[in-house]
């Protein structure tokens, strides 16, 4: 089949899909998926070789962050009042809007060994204000700053947070445990505490690759380096 336009650069001779076709499916898979997806799972239920998929994923993201792909502005006539929508697929005309890439306002990450769609942290304020503002299932203060000491501490004991926080954190934890935010890691050898660490869903709802990329805080926190001097 002769190339009229550019190409992904996911397409390659003998693969079995078309690089449109391969796009599609990655996203209809990150549609639905409920958790990270490794590059490996999505070469399995497509059938693709990992670096053609892990090609087109990076291509999906330079698309999602206005990089390359998605070049046609909206015509003019949709910020007019009274459009009824039936130019919406007219090419544009020579006093419309140019055409430039434009940001979605959704972005593509790899974070915790796969990648998911998450919306574009521009808008984190306009997310919050809908799903989580005013719902029953959101961490308290006190659940909020025990995962922090958890996750510049760990492994840490229960013991240690409560030393920390001045609280006993008992029923904090078990709560965190119980939202897959925190794990009983293992158990220290000389006094027998259990020792908790985070988990790779703490770093899917932070959106991060790994703990390497929580912020610095110690120079927030005076007095960080008593922090070992409290036994378990």
Same mark, same amino acid.
Request: zero cysteines; hydrophobic letters at 40%; aromatic letters at 4%.
């Given at each position: 089949?002769?190339?009229?336009? !550019?190409?992904?650069?996911?397409?390659?001779?003998?693969?079995?899909?078309?690089?449109?076709?391969?796009?599609?499916?990655?996203?209809?898979?990150?549609?639905?998926?409920?958790?990270?997806?490794?590059?490996?799972?999505?070469?399995?239920?497509?059938?693709?070789?990992?670096?053609? =998929?892990?090609?087109?994923?990076?291509?999906?993201?330079?698309?999602?962050?206005?990089? $390359?792909?998605?070049?046609?502005? !909206?015509?003019?006539?949709?910020?007019?009042?009274?459009?009824?929508?039936?130019?919406?697929?007219?090419?544009?005309?020579?006093?419309?809007? !140019?055409?430039?890439?434009?940001?979605?306002?959704?972005?593509?990450?790899?974070?915790?060994?796969?990648?998911?769609?998450?919306?574009?942290?521009?808008?984190?304020?306009?997310?919050?204000?809908?799903? =989580?503002?005013?719902? &029953?299932?959101?961490? &308290?203060?006190?659940?909020? /700053?025990?995962?922090?000491?958890?996750?510049?501490?760990?492994?840490?004991?229960?013991?240690?947070?409560?030393?920390?926080?001045?609280?006993?954190? @008992?029923?904090?934890?078990?709560?965190?445990?119980?939202?897959?935010?925190?794990?009983?890691? /293992?158990?220290?050898?000389?006094?027998?505490?259990?020792?908790?660490?985070? $988990?790779?869903?703490?770093? /899917?709802?932070?959106?991060?690759?790994?703990?390497? /990329?929580?912020?610095?805080?110690?120079?927030?926190? !005076?007095?960080?380096?008593?922090?070992? @001097?409290?036994?378990?």
């Amino acid at each position: 089949m002769a190339d009229t336009d !550019p190409a992904p650069p996911v397409e390659t001779p003998g693969d079995n899909r078309t690089g449109d076709d391969l796009l599609s499916a990655l996203e209809a898979v990150l549609m639905v998926a409920a958790a990270p997806v490794g590059v490996d799972e999505f070469a399995r239920v497509t059938g693709e070789p990992s670096h053609r =998929v892990r090609s087109a994923l990076e291509h999906l993201k330079a698309d999602y962050d206005g990089v $390359t792909g998605n070049t046609g502005a !909206p015509p003019r006539q949709l910020t007019e009042p009274g459009y009824d929508g039936r130019s919406a697929t007219h090419t544009h005309r020579e006093n419309d809007l !140019p055409a430039a890439p434009r940001v979605r306002g959704f972005e593509l990450r790899e974070v915790a060994g796969g990648w998911r769609i998450y919306a574009r942290s521009d808008h984190a304020q306009l997310v919050t204000d809908f799903v =989580v503002e005013g719902s &029953s299932s959101r961490l &308290s203060q006190a659940a909020l /700053e025990t995962l922090a000491v958890v996750a510049y501490l760990q492994p840490v004991s229960r013991s240690r947070v409560s030393a920390i926080r001045g609280v006993n954190v @008992d029923g904090v934890v078990r709560t965190l445990v119980q939202r897959g935010l925190l794990t009983a890691w /293992e158990r220290d050898e000389a006094s027998g505490s259990v020792l908790y660490s985070t $988990t790779p869903l703490f770093l /899917e709802k932070l959106g991060l690759g790994s703990l390497n /990329e929580l912020p610095d805080i110690a120079p927030l926190l !005076p007095g960080t380096d008593q922090l070992d @001097d409290i036994e378990d």
